[in-house]
């Protein structure tokens, strides 16, 4: 397994500072957010050449592109054909600067739809970009979030798309938080289909805490993933932690390479 971060904890940082820090504390990836005024400048709008650009520092910082973050979702009808048309993009921007996934969510059900019409919705749209995200060797990660949080509901959308390049990103905290699994439990569900992870740990406040911390066990996490194992990265997203980027960045990747140590062991 490796580790990565979204560039939620640094927002301010252009593309050679995120790649520089990644470098300097031993993350293998980076996770660029984009649509989100984030300003390491990596979005749908630049050009071929700024694409290349981008790959080339991330191949000289022997820093990965780990995947693309977006905000495309699915289950709602008026805004749909707008995700996808965003999803294809974001596959085409991820491929070109050498991401093998991309972040989406199913998203909030439409008003008044039931929990199969929403799960109808996502599966309809995933399958139309499952062909282009294999044609450019990217995968799909919807992730445990929003509505989504029950990683059943989740599962359900995976086995009706059946895709190789439609997969599950797996954040920890969610199912937890909103009572749906537990970490184990969620693990099992989705274990055919994770190839992304998000992980953070918060308080019983809902305020972000250092892993080990709070409520959420990376660690179990870290021994479900052992045994088959996991290649993907585990990226930490932390939106607007008031905890200074240097410091937790490097804080936290500690503890995980700690918790990689023992569980090796």
Request: charged share 25%.
């Amino acid at each position: 397994m490796k580790f990565a971060f979204m560039t939620f904890s640094c927002p301010g940082l252009n593309l050679d500072q995120v790649l520089a820090m990644a470098q300097e504390f031993g993350y293998d990836g980076i996770e660029p957010r984009v649509s989100a005024n984030h300003q390491h400048g990596v979005e749908f709008e630049i050009t071929a050449d700024q694409r290349a650009q981008v790959r080339q520092k991330a191949d000289d910082y022997g820093v990965a592109m780990a995947c693309v973050a977006t905000s495309c979702r699915y289950a709602d009808p008026d805004s749909q054909e707008e995700m996808v048309q965003d999803t294809h993009r974001a596959i085409d921007l991820a491929a070109d600067i050498g991401a093998s996934r991309i972040r989406v969510f199913g998203g909030q059900l439409g008003q008044g739809l039931s929990r199969q019409q929403g799960i109808d919705l996502v599966v309809t749209a995933l399958a139309s970009v499952a062909d282009h995200a294999a044609e450019r060797g990217v995968d799909v990660c919807v992730e445990t979030h929003d509505d989504w949080c029950n990683p059943v509901d989740v599962a359900a959308v995976m086995q009706a798309v059946d895709h190789p390049n439609i997969a599950v990103n797996w954040d920890i905290m969610h199912p937890v938080r909103r009572q749906f699994a537990s970490i184990e439990e969620s693990f099992e569900i989705l274990r055919p289909w994770i190839k992304h992870l998000h992980i953070h740990d918060g308080d019983a406040d809902n305020q972000l805490v250092p892993i080990g911390t709070g409520q959420i066990d990376h660690r179990q996490a870290m021994q479900c993933l052992a045994p088959i194992d996991y290649e993907g990265y585990l990226s930490g997203e932390w939106i607007g932690w008031s905890d200074p980027y240097r410091n937790h960045l490097k804080r936290e990747l500690e503890t995980l390479r700690q918790y990689q140590a023992e569980i090796k062991k």
